[in-house]
């Protein structure tokens, strides 16, 4: 009820508009007939455009072939060909691009693993050697030398003179 005593204004507003300046309106109507006409005839030929786009997907796809000749299915035969080979480049390409970025990795974790290396041979170089203790004889093992490196003390035994001396 709203809305058409809206229509119902504008449209006696319009009227009246009209009315008052007949000059204005009359030689703009046939411009925008023809501009009405020109966007009704392209967005006709838009819609066939849009049509046969459809058309030909669809033979792409392997659909609606029933009606192809043999030159149209070599066509479309000869454009999924070109089209596979795109495709397959571009994946070459990214296989490619794949590996450079795996074998930086695999640098950069050697890399790593070096330094690591190095590190731990240089705390090992630097770090106070623990002490070792030499026994010499025999231990309850029966070996006849052993060293130990969880004593802090060293043992050496120095004796001058005969083996049998030494108790």
């Known amino acids: ?13 319009i009227e009246r508009y009209v009315k008052f300046s007949p000059d204005y309106f009359v030689p703009g109507r046939p411009q925008v007939e023809l501009y ?10 838009m819609v066939k455009k849009i049509d046969l786009l459809e058309v030909h997907q669809r033979k792409l796809m392997g659909q609606g072939l029933g009606s192809c000749s043999l030159a149209q ?12 080979r795109i ?15 795996l074998k930086e990795k695999e640098r950069e974790l050697l890399d790593q693993r070096r330094r690591l290396r190095e590190e731990e041979i240089r705390e090992t170089l630097v770090r106070p050697m623990l002490p070792v203790t030499l026994h ?24 001058i003179g005969f083996p049998a001396t030494r108790l």
């Open 73 to 84: 299915l070599q066509g479309l035969e000869t454009q999924i060909e070109k089209s596979l």
């Open 1 to 13: 009820s709203i809305f058409v005593n809206y229509t119902f204004r504008m449209e006696k507003t």
């Open 136 to 159: 010499t004889g025999k231990d309850e093992t029966g070996s006849a030398c052993r060293m130990s490196k969880h004593s802090s003390e060293v043992e050496t035994d120095l004796f």
């Open 87 to 101: 495709i397959r480049s571009r994946k070459a390409e990214l296989y490619a691009d794949q590996l450079l970025k």
């Open 36 to 45: 009405l006409l020109e966007l009704k005839k392209e967005m006709d030929i």
